[in-house]
Protein backbone atom coordinates (compact mmCIF):
# COMPACT_ATOMS: atom_id res chain seq x y z
CA UNK A 1 0.00 0.00 0.00
CA UNK A 2 0.66 3.55 -0.72
CA UNK A 3 0.22 6.89 1.33
CA UNK A 4 -0.51 10.12 -0.22
CA UNK A 5 0.34 12.82 2.16
CA UNK A 6 3.14 12.34 4.85
CA UNK A 7 1.42 13.87 8.01
CA UNK A 8 0.02 13.11 11.49
CA UNK A 9 -2.66 11.64 9.89
CA UNK A 10 -0.46 9.32 8.01
CA UNK A 11 1.17 8.23 10.81
CA UNK A 12 -2.45 6.59 12.43
CA UNK A 13 -3.23 5.17 8.83
CA UNK A 14 0.25 3.72 8.86
CA UNK A 15 -0.45 2.22 12.22
CA UNK A 16 -3.30 1.07 11.15
CA UNK A 17 -1.75 -0.69 8.03
CA UNK A 18 0.59 -2.17 10.27
CA UNK A 19 -2.30 -4.01 12.63
CA UNK A 20 -3.48 -5.82 9.49
CA UNK A 21 -0.38 -7.01 8.25
CA UNK A 22 -0.60 -5.06 4.96
CA UNK A 23 2.76 -4.11 3.18
CA UNK A 24 3.50 -0.22 2.97
CA UNK A 25 5.54 0.70 0.28
CA UNK A 26 5.84 4.32 0.63
CA UNK A 27 4.48 7.64 0.77
CA UNK A 28 3.60 10.58 -1.81
CA UNK A 29 4.84 14.40 -0.81
CA UNK A 30 5.36 17.50 -2.68
CA UNK A 31 7.63 18.50 0.51
CA UNK A 32 11.23 18.12 -1.51
CA UNK A 33 12.31 18.05 2.41
CA UNK A 34 10.90 15.12 3.33
CA UNK A 35 12.75 11.66 2.50
CA UNK A 36 11.23 9.44 5.20
CA UNK A 37 8.05 9.46 7.59
CA UNK A 38 8.65 6.54 10.26
CA UNK A 39 10.82 4.70 8.80
CA UNK A 40 9.13 4.68 5.56
CA UNK A 41 10.64 6.19 2.25
CA UNK A 42 8.49 9.39 0.92
CA UNK A 43 8.27 10.20 -2.93
CA UNK A 44 7.21 12.87 -4.69
CA UNK A 45 3.88 13.02 -6.42
CA UNK A 46 5.58 12.35 -9.77
CA UNK A 47 5.72 8.96 -9.61
CA UNK A 48 2.38 8.21 -7.55
CA UNK A 49 0.86 4.72 -8.15
CA UNK A 50 -1.75 2.48 -6.06
CA UNK A 51 -2.94 0.87 -4.82
CA UNK A 52 -3.20 4.24 -2.56
CA UNK A 53 -5.07 6.32 0.87
CA UNK A 54 -5.13 9.78 0.61
CA UNK A 55 -3.53 10.34 4.02
CA UNK A 56 -4.33 14.07 4.40
CA UNK A 57 -7.14 15.22 6.68
CA UNK A 58 -8.18 18.07 4.81
CA UNK A 59 -12.05 17.26 2.67
CA UNK A 60 -11.15 19.29 -0.28
CA UNK A 61 -7.70 18.64 -0.48
CA UNK A 62 -8.60 14.91 -0.30
CA UNK A 63 -11.42 15.56 -3.27
CA UNK A 64 -8.62 17.13 -5.64
CA UNK A 65 -6.31 14.69 -5.72
CA UNK A 66 -9.24 11.66 -6.02
CA UNK A 67 -9.76 14.05 -8.63
CA UNK A 68 -6.60 14.39 -10.37
CA UNK A 69 -5.58 10.68 -10.09
CA UNK A 70 -6.41 8.06 -11.98
CA UNK A 71 -4.89 4.62 -9.53
CA UNK A 72 -6.20 2.04 -7.31
CA UNK A 73 -7.49 2.67 -4.33
CA UNK A 74 -6.75 1.22 -0.79
CA UNK A 75 -8.75 0.68 2.14
CA UNK A 76 -7.66 1.04 6.19
CA UNK A 77 -10.19 -0.59 8.56
CA UNK A 78 -8.30 -0.74 12.31
CA UNK A 79 -9.01 -4.21 13.55
CA UNK A 80 -10.56 -2.93 16.80
CA UNK A 81 -13.46 -1.02 14.70
CA UNK A 82 -17.45 -2.81 15.16
CA UNK A 83 -18.09 -3.29 11.38
CA UNK A 84 -21.79 -4.88 10.55
CA UNK A 85 -21.89 -7.02 7.98
CA UNK A 86 -24.73 -5.17 7.07
CA UNK A 87 -22.59 -1.85 6.20
CA UNK A 88 -21.15 -0.26 3.00
CA UNK A 89 -17.59 1.31 3.12
CA UNK A 90 -16.31 2.32 0.06
CA UNK A 91 -12.91 2.64 -1.77
CA UNK A 92 -10.19 5.33 -0.07
CA UNK A 93 -11.81 5.43 3.15
CA UNK A 94 -10.00 5.30 6.59
CA UNK A 95 -12.03 3.66 9.70
CA UNK A 96 -9.90 4.28 12.79
CA UNK A 97 -8.84 2.84 16.26
CA UNK A 98 -12.72 1.82 18.06
CA UNK A 99 -14.98 3.27 15.72
CA UNK A 100 -18.41 1.36 15.56
CA UNK A 101 -20.80 1.58 11.96
CA UNK A 102 -24.00 -0.17 12.26
CA UNK A 103 -25.87 -2.54 10.32
CA UNK A 104 -26.94 -1.01 6.93
CA UNK A 105 -24.73 2.31 7.21
CA UNK A 106 -22.82 3.26 4.10
CA UNK A 107 -19.68 5.02 4.41
CA UNK A 108 -18.49 7.17 0.68
CA UNK A 109 -15.20 7.24 -0.96
CA UNK A 110 -12.51 8.72 0.38
CA UNK A 111 -13.82 9.40 4.15
CA UNK A 112 -12.61 9.45 7.52
CA UNK A 113 -14.31 7.69 10.11
CA UNK A 114 -11.74 9.09 13.47
CA UNK A 115 -10.74 7.75 16.81
CA UNK A 116 -14.02 6.34 18.50
CA UNK A 117 -16.58 7.50 16.30
CA UNK A 118 -19.73 6.19 16.04
CA UNK A 119 -22.20 5.63 13.01
CA UNK A 120 -25.54 3.86 13.57
CA UNK A 121 -28.00 2.08 11.57
CA UNK A 122 -28.93 3.87 8.42
CA UNK A 123 -26.90 6.20 8.31
CA UNK A 124 -25.69 7.80 4.68
CA UNK A 125 -22.30 9.36 4.64
CA UNK A 126 -21.13 10.99 1.21
CA UNK A 127 -17.79 11.05 -0.34
CA UNK A 128 -15.04 13.14 1.19
CA UNK A 129 -16.46 13.33 5.30
CA UNK A 130 -14.46 13.95 8.13
CA UNK A 131 -16.09 12.22 10.99
CA UNK A 132 -13.80 13.28 13.95
CA UNK A 133 -13.03 11.46 17.06
CA UNK A 134 -15.49 10.60 19.10
CA UNK A 135 -18.51 12.41 17.54
CA UNK A 136 -22.20 10.25 17.61
CA UNK A 137 -24.07 9.94 14.43
CA UNK A 138 -27.66 8.37 15.47
CA UNK A 139 -29.91 6.48 12.95
CA UNK A 140 -30.85 7.45 9.76
CA UNK A 141 -28.77 10.84 9.98
CA UNK A 142 -27.53 11.76 6.23
CA UNK A 143 -24.14 13.35 6.09
CA UNK A 144 -23.68 14.43 2.21
CA UNK A 145 -20.22 15.48 0.36
CA UNK A 146 -17.55 17.36 1.90
CA UNK A 147 -18.83 17.56 5.04
CA UNK A 148 -17.18 17.54 8.62
CA UNK A 149 -18.44 16.80 12.18
CA UNK A 150 -15.87 17.99 14.48
CA UNK A 151 -14.74 15.97 17.44
CA UNK A 152 -17.34 14.78 20.14
CA UNK A 153 -20.72 16.33 17.96
CA UNK A 154 -24.17 14.60 18.64
CA UNK A 155 -26.19 14.38 15.62
CA UNK A 156 -29.90 13.03 16.93
CA UNK A 157 -31.97 10.95 14.34
CA UNK A 158 -33.03 11.63 11.16
CA UNK A 159 -30.92 15.08 10.61
CA UNK A 160 -29.20 15.59 7.55
CA UNK A 161 -25.95 17.75 7.52
CA UNK A 162 -25.80 19.10 3.99
CA UNK A 163 -22.76 19.60 1.46
CA UNK A 164 -19.56 21.16 2.74
CA UNK A 165 -20.89 22.26 6.27
CA UNK A 166 -19.11 22.06 9.45
CA UNK A 167 -20.46 20.60 12.79
CA UNK A 168 -18.25 22.25 15.43
CA UNK A 169 -16.91 20.21 18.09
CA UNK A 170 -19.26 19.29 21.11
CA UNK A 171 -22.39 20.89 19.25
CA UNK A 172 -25.60 18.41 19.13
CA UNK A 173 -27.37 18.86 15.92
CA UNK A 174 -31.00 18.45 16.46
CA UNK A 175 -32.41 20.14 12.81
CA UNK A 176 -31.14 20.13 9.54
CA UNK A 177 -27.77 21.89 8.18
CA UNK A 178 -27.89 23.20 4.60
CA UNK A 179 -25.30 22.81 2.15
CA UNK A 180 -21.99 24.83 2.71
CA UNK A 181 -22.44 26.65 6.40
CA UNK A 182 -20.73 26.22 10.19
CA UNK A 183 -22.85 25.04 12.76
CA UNK A 184 -21.94 25.56 16.76
CA UNK A 185 -23.33 24.70 19.90
CA UNK A 186 -25.99 23.03 22.17
CA UNK A 187 -28.51 22.84 20.11
CA UNK A 188 -26.09 23.57 17.08
CA UNK A 189 -26.64 27.07 15.28
CA UNK A 190 -25.56 28.03 12.02
CA UNK A 191 -22.73 31.23 12.39
CA UNK A 192 -21.90 31.48 9.25
CA UNK A 193 -21.29 30.50 5.39
CA UNK A 194 -18.74 29.02 3.77
CA UNK A 195 -18.19 29.01 -0.27
CA UNK A 196 -18.55 26.41 -2.84
CA UNK A 197 -15.18 24.96 -2.33
CA UNK A 198 -15.86 23.80 1.75
CA UNK A 199 -13.30 26.87 3.11
CA UNK A 200 -14.34 29.23 5.53
CA UNK A 201 -15.13 32.76 3.73
CA UNK A 202 -13.27 35.56 6.49
Known sequence: MYLYGASGHAKVIIDILIANDIP???LFDDNASLDQLLGYPVFRPSKVKG???????????RRKIARQLDVAWGM????????????????GTVVMQGTVIQSCARIGRHCIINTGASVDHECLIGDFVHISPHST????????????????????????IGKWSVIGAGAVVVTDVPDRVI??????????????NGDMLS
Not at 184 to 196: E, H, L
Open 183 to 196: AVGVPAKIIRSTNM
Open 24 to 26: IEG
Open 137 to 160: LCGNVQVEEGAWIGAGAVVIPGVK
Open 76 to 91: AIHPTAVISEKAEICE
Open 51 to 61: PLIISIGNNQI
